[in-house]
């Protein structure tokens, strides 16, 4: 499969006759916004190498019978492993026996809903050296302090400056209509409400996004709502130091930011790439009903410049 987002999979999925069960997981996680722009990359064997874009090669004139410039870019060797992201569900035979495969649907739509928060809230908060090393890498993680591409609001904390904010969306090297801010719900509210702000008037304003849903726009930059995560826990709250939060600005797509994620051997024959779902039927150990969904993902930013943050924002109202 080429480099597709998890929305362009979906409907990939659906045209081949996937099952009812996966489409129902697949169309789950897309509710998020955030999950169905993301792209994934299929990677064969585990681990994804790459060369991450450090520096860019110098380009010199040069006068006649002189030699062309031949200076290289900067290129470091980097890899990501691949996470495991599956889930046994799991459905008492008693409640089957009682109230049919509703009572299976809910516990799959359950889980359904909680892999799209964790998705969502590892983009963002993913940290590999945490939980034994068995989560993905987020963005929070990926863009280093110290680095270029890490901007603080002010010294300490307070409001969001608009030219902090300018400031961040052009740290991020691709054109604006290729670029999305992500924000946490309040601070969406707070942008949202910022359109009537002197401080920001003609920077924000509200149009039909590509999937034709209304959306909100900053200097043309479209931006994104997080959500809560799976415990009820505002994934970009103001939950940082000081009371303050982060907004992201980000570019996804091949060598940019992406998703990477395996292949699966499906029981019915065949490998498949990306998330897989299936029946493993009743369970010898417990009267349990069992479907499994299988997932081995991670992500990566490929070149230096593919994403920014800016951190130390209080809930004030903002600032020119």
Not at 10 to 21: D, H, I, V, Y
Request: net charge negative; aromatic share 6%; charged share 20%.
């Amino acid at each position: 499969m080429a480099t597709l987002t998890l929305w362009e999979q979906f409907q990939l999925r659906a045209s081949q006759g996937a099952s009812e069960q996966e489409l129902a997981v697949r169309a789950g996680i897309n509710l998020s916004p955030l999950n169905a722009i993301i792209p994934f990359t299929g990677v064969d064997n585990g681990a994804y190498a790459y060369g991450l874009e450090r520096e860019l090669p110098t380009i010199s004139p040069r006068a006649l019978n002189e030699a062309n410039d031949d200076s290289l870019g900067r290129v470091t060797q980097e890899a990501e492993v691949l996470k495991i992201y599956g889930k046994d569900v799991k459905t008492d035979r008693a409640a089957i026996d009682m109230y049919g495969m509703r009572a299976h649907r809910q516990q799959l739509n359950m889980n359904i809903r909680a892999l799209r928060l964790r998705l969502e809230r590892d983009f963002i908060k993913g940290n590999k050296s945490e939980n034994s090393g068995r989560n993905a890498s987020g963005l929070e993680h990926l863009i280093t302090a110290g680095s270029s591409q890490y901007i603080s609001n002010h010294a300490t904390a307070g409001p969001l400056s608009r030219a902090k904010l300018d400031e961040l969306i052009d740290a991020v090297d691709v054109p604006p209509s290729e670029k999305r801010l992500i924000v946490g719900k309040h601070m969406g509210r707070i942008l949202g409400a910022a359109a009537s702000n002197s401080n920001f008037a003609g920077n924000v304003d509200f149009r039909l996004n590509e999937f034709g849903k209304q959306a909100a726009f900053f200097n043309e930059v479209e931006i994104i709502r997080t959500d809560v995560d799976e415990n009820n826990e505002p994934i970009q709250g103001f939950t940082e130091a000081s009371s303050t939060t982060s907004i992201y600005c980000v570019a996804l797509g091949e060598g940019l930011v992406t998703g990477i994620q395996g292949f699966v051997e499906v029981p019915s024959g065949g490998r498949q790439e990306g998330l897989a779902v299936y029946d493993v039927g009743e369970m010898h150990q417990t009267p349990h009903m069992l479907t499994r969904i299988a997932w081995y993902l991670n992500f990566v930013m490929e070149n230096k410049r593919a994403a920014a943050r800016l951190d130390k924002i209080t809930s004030a109202t903002p600032i020119a």
